[in-house]
């Protein structure tokens, strides 16, 4: 690849929040990572400088939206506001996490939906096109004004888990919730397995219900293997887990794109032997195995790195799509 991407056409940065991954993007298209310099004032302003000339140049910019979520947006606005300004001819926001996807619709008087807002800032800022991983639901894709590409992790865990012999060891794939069913079911497709579908009810950010009827889908079954976007708390993952060592299951692998482990998730995932596995990605800054010794994270770096280079090249990414029935 990186003798078809003129790297003089082309400025590659990144922000605070996931330095390491945007190292591997750049590295996968032949590209350099150019400083970007950060400072604050007296007054708790942030100052950015883009440490090199983006004047008629493709510009790509990878900032993932951890905490602290807010600190970190208003980084990427500054730095997608900067390129506009120094006259970038295309400016690509890689968002490999999109915090405020989960906020997507109006289910109380008064609030934001956040999702649709942080996609205007982002087009407003001057983003030209978006590209993130594993939206939590297909409809914020809708919220943006400019180009965006949701992309998956998909394949990586497919091909992790293929080499498991699941078939032998009678797998099944668990959905959290209705509203990851069509997910959990295009993976559970893809490695011929079959998938039972959990009825949550949440009723705040830690406290989640899931219907125990869950049992019943998931008889006779030694392994399940419950699929999500994003790990958070982990409270509907655990709770769901609870419930599943109740019944056949004695053996659990936990799989999802984005893992944050906030608050005590961590200890909590330590205390339940039956999860054998966890499968996430790079998206976020991961805990060492040390800390949580189920953790495999796989990178997704060359995902985004073959999305860049096929829009670079003016191809089809729609193999990569996340809500696309292709593998991968």
């Known amino acids: ?69 807010n600190e970190r947006l208003i980084e990427l606005l500054m730095m997608l506001d900067i390129a506009r300004g120094a006259a970038a001819a295309e400016i690509h926001a890689i968002l490999p996490y999109y915090a405020y996807a ?36 297909p409809q914020v894709h809708g919220f943006f004004s400019v180009p965006a590409d949701p992309l998956t992790a998909r394949g990586l865990f497919v091909e992790h888990l293929r080499k498991r012999n699941l078939n032998g060891k009678k797998a099944i794939v668990v959905a959290p919730d209705a509203g990851s069913a069509k997910s959990s079911a295009r993976f559970a497709s893809l490695l011929d397995l079959p998938v039972a579908v959990a009825n949550k009810k949440r009723y705040s950010d830690t406290d989640v219900r899931i219907s125990k009827d869950i049992k019943k889908q998931v008889k006779g079954f030694k392994r399940a ?39 005590d998730a961590i200890q909590h995932f330590n205390s339940m032997p039956e999860i054998g596995e966890i499968l996430t990605t790079d998206t976020v800054p991961q805990p060492s195995t040390e800390q949580l010794p189920a953790l495999r994270v796989l990178s997704v770096a060359e995902i985004f790195g073959e999305a860049i280079y096929r829009n670079y090249e003016r191809e089809s990414i729609g193999s990569l799509f996340t809500f696309w029935d292709e593998e991968g």
């Open 102 to 137: 989960r906020s997507d619709k109006k289910d109380s008087p008064r609030i934001s939906i956040s999702a649709r807002l942080v996609a205007d800032l982002l087009a407003t800022a001057g983003a030209t096109h978006i590209m993130t991983m594993q939206l939590h639901s």
């Open 225 to 263: 293997i419950i699929y999500d976007d994003e790990i958070v708390t982990g409270s509907s993952v655990l709770e769901l887990s609870r419930i599943l060592v109740k019944s056949t299951i004695t053996e659990i692998c936990v799989v999802a794109t984005h893992g944050l482990f906030n608050g």
């Open 1 to 69: 690849m990186s003798s078809i991407i003129d790297p003089n056409e082309v400025r590659f940065f990144s922000g605070r929040s996931n330095y390491k991954l945007a190292k591997g993007i750049a590295d996968h298209v032949g590209v350099k990572l150019e400083e970007t310099s950060f400072s604050r004032f007296a007054n708790d302003c942030l100052g950015i400088q883009l440490g090199a000339s983006v004047r008629g140049r493709i510009v790509y910019i990878v900032q993932s939206l951890t905490p602290p979520v």
